[in-house]
């Protein structure tokens, strides 16, 4: 199998506020993970990639400074929003890739993330 | 011209038909194809990935993919109602990160599969 949990499924914060989303890879390990954002009736967006140990690699337009990530380990990867505002409200939804020859991604289910 | 383009639908098929969905692609340097189905308020889960010119088969789902024309494509046959989603193609492109692919996704096609 190749399944990607994320926690939290959803939360609420106030406007200021930092939230942190934890993606983990249950039952592989991942050398490289995704994280995206999907706002209503809208496709995906690719935020960053980031490989186990180094620095993640944003996609033009995504502050680097808002939106930290971390890839501590081969099975964890966590995307903190840092002074959150109502405009950051989406759908934020981490992939991770099984291996580099077929190039699959498997998603988690996503945290929505309501800023007040 | 968007890296990849797919009608965003709302594309509408009887119970039973065989539903058709396209997708092209602009980067012929791109090796490798997916579609992956969305349902309303979830994250996308992969239904086929193919690589080769030619179909590709998976129970009722078919791939196909053309390189030559860039596009790819996916058959439901028999479709269901439990078919009624939206469907991402997604291709893979080179990042930053020596070695690593990304995939870019098309806007999705909103598919309804009528009883």
């Known amino acids: 199998g190749a399944v990607v949990s994320q926690h939290p499924s959803w939360v609420i914060c106030k406007s200021g506020t930092s939230v942190k989303i934890e993606c983990r890879s249950l039952?592989?390990?991942?050398?490289?993970m995704f994280w995206y954002r999907q706002f209503p009736k809208q496709s995906l967006m690719l935020m960053a990639t980031?490989?186990?140990?180094?620095?993640?690699?944003?996609e033009q337009g995504v502050e680097k400074d808002k939106f930290l990530i971390n890839h501590a380990s081969l099975t964890l990867s966590t995307l903190t929003v840092t002074s959150a505002h109502p405009e950051d409200s989406s759908f934020y939804i981490c992939?991770?890739?099984?291996?580099?020859?077929?190039?699959?991604?498997?998603f988690g289910p996503g945290t929505r993330l309501l800023v007040l | 011209q968007k890296e990849v383009e797919q009608n965003s639908g709302p594309l509408s098929v009887p119970e039973g038909a065989i539903a058709s969905l396209n997708c092209t692609y602009s980067d012929r340097g791109s090796q490798s194809f997916f579609w992956y189905r969305q349902y309303s308020g979830k994250s996308p889960e992969l239904i086929m990935f193919?690589?080769?010119?030619g179909d590709k088969e998976d129970g009722r789902f078919t791939a196909q993919l053309n390189k030559a024309s860039q596009y790819v494509s996916l058959l439901i046959r028999d479709s269901q109602p439990s078919d009624s989603a939206t469907y991402l193609c997604?291709?893979?492109?080179?990042?930053?990160?020596?070695?690593?692919?990304?995939?870019?996704f098309g806007q999705g096609t909103r598919l309804t599969i009528n009883p």
């Open positions: 980031s490989n186990e140990g180094s620095k993640a690699t944003y």
């Open positions: 992939s991770a890739r099984k291996d580099r020859v077929q190039e699959t991604q498997y």
């Open positions: 039952d592989f390990q991942a050398t490289t």
């Open positions: 997604a291709v893979n492109a080179p990042t930053l990160i020596q070695g690593a692919q990304k995939l870019v």
């Open positions: 193919i690589y080769s010119n």
